[in-house]
C-alpha cells in the first residue's frame, strides 16, 4: 500500500483505538463507581485511607459471592460421585513451602527505581531505545532484578525468630496435598478421584491492579483431581470442557471466554499441559482460570520431604504408584468481576411521561444475582397492600434473597433493583386484594428485569416458578 495513503488510514485507526480504550476505560470506572455505591465492594480500610491490594465485599457483594461459591461447590462436589470436599488451614507447617517449592522460587523479579524510588515488576517495563525504562518517571536509572518473594511471611507463637516463621498460604493446593492420604482413607475412593477447596489465599503481589482482578488477598476455588499417569491428558481437557460449561451456566457467554493453550517453554516446569482460560475484561483479554496437569509433582515432593508415603494402592495391578493431578484452579474475586463486567449495562429507556432517561441494568444470570426479587406493595401507606406484601415475603423468603421496599414511585424502586441485578419485581396491587373484583384477587404482577415486560402469576405458583429459574 502507498505510504500516504496507509498513514491517512494509520490517523482513524489510532484515534479509533484510542477511543476504544477511553470507552474500557470509562466502562470500568462506571463498573467500579456501581460496586461501591450500591455496596458489592468496597475499598479495604477506606476511613484509614485504605490498603492496597485489599477489598471488603458489601452486602450485595457478599450474596453475589456466595452464589458463585455455592453453585462452583455443587458442580464439583455435590452433583458427583468423585469428588469430596476439604478446608484446610490457611497457616501450614514451612516445610510444606520449602517441599513445594514456594519457599525458593514462587517470586517476580523486581527493580528499583534509583530516580523516583518506585519498586517494578521487571519483566512489564516499557523499553526505549532498548533500554528498560521507569514508568512513573521515565527514568532510565533501574536497579539490577531481584527475586521478591510473593509469599506474606509470619511469625508463629511468641517468639520472632528464624524457627517460628511461616507463610500465609498463596494457594489452597497444597493443603489438598499434603492431607491426600487422609482424605483417600476416610473417604475410600478409587482413581480416579478429586479433592476440593474453596479458601483464602494471599500473595504479597508488587503491583495489585485492576480493582479486584489482581489483590493481595484473595479467594480460590480449587480441584486437585487425582488419576493414573495415563489418564492424565485425557482428563485435562475432560476439565477444560467441564469448566467452560460452569461458566456458561453462570451466565458468562462463550464469545467473550477465550482458550489459551500455554506454550511448553512458558509452563511451570512440572506441567505436562495447561490451558488458561481468559476473559474479555474491559481491560483487556486476562486469565480468569488456569487447568494445569500437574503430573506426580506436588504428591512426590512432599513424601520426599516429609518421609510419609502419599502412594496409592492399586487393587487390580497390586501395585503401589504417586497419583498423578490435573487441577482446576479458579479465583472466586476474578470470576465475580467477570459477572460484573458482563452483566453491566446501560440502555435508553422511555417513562410513563415519554420523558428519557438512562437505566442502569445488571444483567446477572438470576442463579447468581445477590437478590432473588424485589417485592413492593403499589402504595405503602395502604394497610391491606402492605400486608399482602409482608406475607409473600415471608412465604418466599426461606429459600432465597428478597428485598422488601415502599419507598419512592414503584418506576424508582424498579430501577433500584435493575442496577442491583434483580431478576424479578412482584407488584401487589389493588388487583391482589380484590378491589376490582374477583378474578384476579391473590394474584401479582411479576416484572422481568431485563426485557421489563409484565405477567400476571398467582401467589401460590410463585415459589415454583422462581425456583426454577435461580437453581
Ligand atoms: N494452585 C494453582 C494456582 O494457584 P494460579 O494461576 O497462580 O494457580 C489460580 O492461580 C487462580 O487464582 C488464577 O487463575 C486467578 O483466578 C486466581 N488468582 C491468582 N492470583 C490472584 C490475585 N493476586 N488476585 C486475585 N486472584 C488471583
Redesign the pocket.
Known amino acids: 500500500m502507498r505510504r500516504d495513503l496507509r498513514e491517512a488510514q494509520a490517523v482513524p485507526f489510532f484515534t479509533s483505538l484510542m477511543s476504544q480504550k477511553k470507552a474500557a476505560s470509562d466502562r470500568m470506572e462506571k463498573i467500579v463507581s456501581l460496586c461501591k455505591r450500591r455496596g458489592f465492594v468496597f475499598q479495604s480500610s477506606e476511613i484509614y485511607g485504605g490498603l492496597n491490594?485489599c477489598w471488603d465485599y458489601g452486602p450485595l457483594g457478599v450474596e453475589l459471592r456466595r452464589n458463585l461459591k455455592e453453585f462452583w461447590w455443587r458442580r464439583m462436589v455435590r452433583e458427583r460421585d468423585d469428588v469430596v470436599g476439604l478446608d484446610g488451614s490457611i497457616l501450614m507447617n514451612r516445610q510444606v513451602w520449602v517441599a513445594s517449592g514456594h519457599e525458593n522460587t514462587f517470586s517476580d523479579p523486581m527493580v528499583d527505581c534509583r530516580n523516583c524510588k518506585s519498586r517494578l515488576r521487571a519483566d512489564q517495563l516499557p523499553e526505549k531505545n532498548g533500554q528498560k525504562q521507569c514508568p512513573v518517571c521515565g527514568s532510565f536509572d533501574l536497579t539490577e532484578p531481584r527475586a521478591f518473594n510473593l509469599m506474606f511471611k509470619t511469625f508463629v507463637g511468641a517468639t520472632e525468630d528464624e524457627s517460628a516463621v511461616t507463610y500465609l498460604r498463596?494457594?489452597?493446593?497444597q493443603s489438598i496435598f499434603v492431607q491426600f492420604r487422609n482424605v483417600l482413607e476416610v473417604s475410600r475412593k478409587k482413581l480416579p478421584f478429586g479433592i476440593a477447596q474453596i479458601g483464602k489465599?494471599f500473595?504479597n503481589?508488587i503491583n495489585?491492579r485492576n480493582f479486584?482482578?489482581?489483590?493481595?488477598e484473595?479467594e480460590?476455588m480449587?480441584l486437585e483431581y487425582f488419576c493414573f499417569p495415563n489418564q492424565g491428558f485425557e482428563l485435562l481437557d475432560y476439565w477444560l470442557k467441564e469448566r467452560l460449561r460452569f461458566y456458561a451456566d453462570i451466565g458468562l457467554s462463550k464469545d467473550k471466554l477465550h482458550v489459551h493453550e500455554i506454550p511448553p517453554d512458558e509452563r511451570a516446569h512440572y506441567s505436562k499441559g495447561t490451558y488458561?482460560i481468559e476473559f474479555e475484561f474491559p481491560f483487556g483479554v486476562q486469565?480468569?482460570?488456569?487447568v494445569?496437569y500437574r503430573t506426580d509433582y506436588d504428591l512426590t515432593q512432599h513424601e520426599k520431604a516429609s518421609g510419609k508415603p502419599l502412594e496409592y494402592f492399586d487393587e487390580e495391578t497390586k501395585s503401589h504408584l504417586i497419583p498423578h493431578v490435573v487441577?482446576p484452579?479458579?479465583?472466586v474475586?476474578?470470576?465475580l468481576l467477570a459477572l460484573l463486567c458482563a452483566a453491566y449495562d446501560e440502555e435508553t429507556v422511555t417513562d410513563e411521561k415519554g420523558k428519557s432517561e438512562t437505566r442502569t441494568v445488571l444483567r446477572l444470570h438470576p442463579r447468581m444475582a445477590p437478590i432473588k426479587c424485589g417485592i413492593f406493595p403499589l402504595l405503602k401507606n395502604n394497610e391491606e397492600l402492605v400486608k399482602k406484601t409482608k406475607e409473600i415475603v415471608e412465604l418466599l423468603r426461606g429459600e432465597m434473597s428478597v428485598f422488601y421496599d415502599e419507598t419512592g414511585a414503584i418506576g424508582r424502586r424498579y430501577r433500584r433493583q435493575d442496577e442491583a441485578g434483580t431478576p424479578f419485581g412482584i407488584t401487589v396491587d389493588f388487583d391482589t386484594i380484590g378491589e376490582n373484583g374477583p378474578a384476579n384477587r391473590d394474584t401479582v404482577t411479576v416484572r422481568y428485569r431485563d426485557s421489563m415486560e409484565q405477567k400476571r402469576l398467582a401467589i401460590a405458583d410463585l415459589p415454583a416458578f422462581l425456583r426454577e429459574q435461580i437453581t
Not at 170 to 173: G, M, N, R
Open positions: 491490594g498463596p494457594e489452597t493446593a489465599a500473595r503481589e495489585p479486584i482482578f489482581r489483590s493481595r484473595f480460590q480449587e488458561d486469565e480468569l482460570e488456569g494445569a487441577e484452579s479458579a479465583g474475586d476474578r470470576t
